[in-house]
């Protein structure tokens, strides 16, 4: 197996707890490698999940299902997942636009809706300037949803991709 693998699960699982505190909620995080191939000559994705072994490259799905155990609706809830170390973020997953997302590039200390931005300071013509540009998603190290609202015994998925480093 390959060493990255047990290291990308725990730190996806230690994520999942960012969520929970005191509300009724469960989460329950999936993963799958996700690989393009072609059927009947047309270039399709394919899952594998819970992937036992993962190489740099690979691309990676992580969707979690979020359900309220509860008896009553849940407003503003917010859902945090760390992009995992030796991972870079790709994309939000497909179909998923259910909840506001917002990204951090400081390991969830701070988060913003895409684009961020952040201030670097070049050199040009012999001078130091502060720019501001944008960050790349490769970037982001934490992603959190906001679900406005989730009924009693609802479940939603969120989700995106990385690529393994």
């Known amino acids: 197996m390959n060493t990255r693998t047990p290291l990308l699960i725990a730190t996806l699982l230690a994520g999942t707890a960012l969520a929970q505190g005191a509300t009724p909620l469960t989460l329950n995080l999936n993963m799958s490698l996700v690989r393009s191939v072609k059927v009947d000559g047309k270039v399709t994705e394919q899952f594998s999940p819970s992937p036992k072994n993962v190489l ?7 969707v979690v299902n979020v359900r309220n155990t509860g008896s009553r609706a849940l407003t503003n809830v917010p859902v945090t997942l760390p992009v995992p170390k030796n991972t870079v973020y ?3 997953e497909k179909d998923m636009n259910v909840a506001r997302t917002e990204y951090s590039i400081d390991g969830g200390k701070t988060f913003a809706a895409a684009p961020l931005k952040k201030k670097v300071t070049v050199t ?3 001078k130091t300037v502060t720019r501001e540009v944008d960050v790349k998603p490769n970037e ?3 992603v ?4 406005s609202e ?6 939603l998925k969120l989700g995106y991709r990385v690529q393994v480093r």
């Not at 740099?56 to 992580?62: E, K, N, V």
């Not at 989730?150 to 479940?155: E, H, K, L, S």
């Open 150 to 155: 989730i009924g009693a015994n609802q479940t």
């Open 124 to 126: 040009e013509n012999g």
């Open 140 to 142: 982001y190290t934490a």
């Open 90 to 92: 790709v994309a939000p």
């Open 144 to 147: 959190r949803w906001t679900i």
């Open 56 to 62: 740099p490259g690979d691309l990676i799905s992580q």
